[in-house]
């Protein structure tokens, strides 16, 4: 058991699904569970996919709203902040923010806030016009922790935001879980399994299979990697989500049903990272990807678009190599990926030594907890 610091700590999210934040979310509420003397989750909304995780101390909270003229959640929030006094309260991006500070009009109560933002760039007027609102209310005291340096410069220029409230700490991974093939691992059987020759090439994406991932993209850019450098590698898709029948309809499109597999959704990609020989993420919207770095942690070096903070992840020629987000430069690159002799140890324990979780937890700690 590690000290209790007698902290109090109230997290609000839109949400609470299998994402990239949201799973953050939980592995920052569990780790602080040793040194705080209280922890709520209050979620927005109806998805509740990651409560069973969370560690028995953590109190969980679901205001989810019904519609946009609902302020009940508000009410319920205000309440809670009352009862709890919280010491810090933790926003996963800028709309749990704007409740948090309706809350605070509701009720008078004042406490130190800390945004956890996971976000690029907006593409979606509406989205950019949010923005532009969150950042009038910003208040000086108010700490903005990004997980990127392109990110937090992006957001500050295009938002004019105050730069001093910014911090950036980089995601981690646990890199007790996330290693190189175990000893009793069998490639071969695995392969075996999803209907993989022991000798192919074989490419991974981890991903919820949404608009903004992309994976319509990587289905052409396959069937590219196939037809113009005479490459028949396969795409294994890890996830799930809206955009499968469309993307679905891409892969009969262009007569790849043999080489692009759907595995769904996984409790443990290790298995299928260790079996396959790149990781990509084709994402038109990306920021810090913890896949990326999990796959990378796995001894895969990493295909990924610039963009976000792609470039503070990938050592270029070493752990992976960087491209445009369009298809073709997606085919290219992977190409050349699959061409270059990459040593994976090398890949592994760099991705370990720079993006450690328990570097991250120290950090958040100073932030959250000083």
Known sequence: MMSNTGKKIIYITPDFPVGGAERFLLMLSNHLADYTAAQHIVSLGS???LQKELHPSISFHQYARTSRTDFKPFKKLRRLLKSEKPDVVVCLNFFAYLSLRIAMLMSG????????????????????????????????????????????????????????IYRTIHNGIDTKRWILPTEDFNKLEW?????????????ISVAALRHEKNHIGAVKALHLLHQEYNVPAYLLLAGDGNMKAAIAAEVEKYGLNSYVIFAGNQSDV?????????????????????????????????????????????DTGFTGLLCDTSSESFAKTWNEALQTNWNNKEISDQTHRLFSIDKMFEKYRAELLS
Request: glycine content about 2%.
């Open 47 to 49: 998805n509740t996919a």
């Open 109 to 164: 109560f004042k406490t130190r806030t800390v945004i956890s933002y996971h976000s690029s760039i907006h593409l979606d007027p509406r989205e950019h016009r949010m923005h532009k609102l969150y950042a009038k209310l910003l208040r000086k005291n108010d700490r903005v922790i990004c997980v990127s340096e392109k990110q937090a410069a992006y957001t500050i220029s295009t938002y004019r935001m105050p730069a001093a």
């Open 191 to 203: 392969r075996a399994k999803w209907n993989i020759p022991a000798d192919a090439n074989v490419i």
């Open 270 to 314: 290790r298995p299928f990272c260790w079996m396959s020989d790149l990781f990509t993420l084709c994402s038109t919207s990306e920021t810090f990807s913890l896949a990326a770095l999990e796959a990378m942690a796995c001894g895969l070096p990493a295909v990924l678009a610039d963009i976000g903070g792609a470039s503070e992840m990938v």
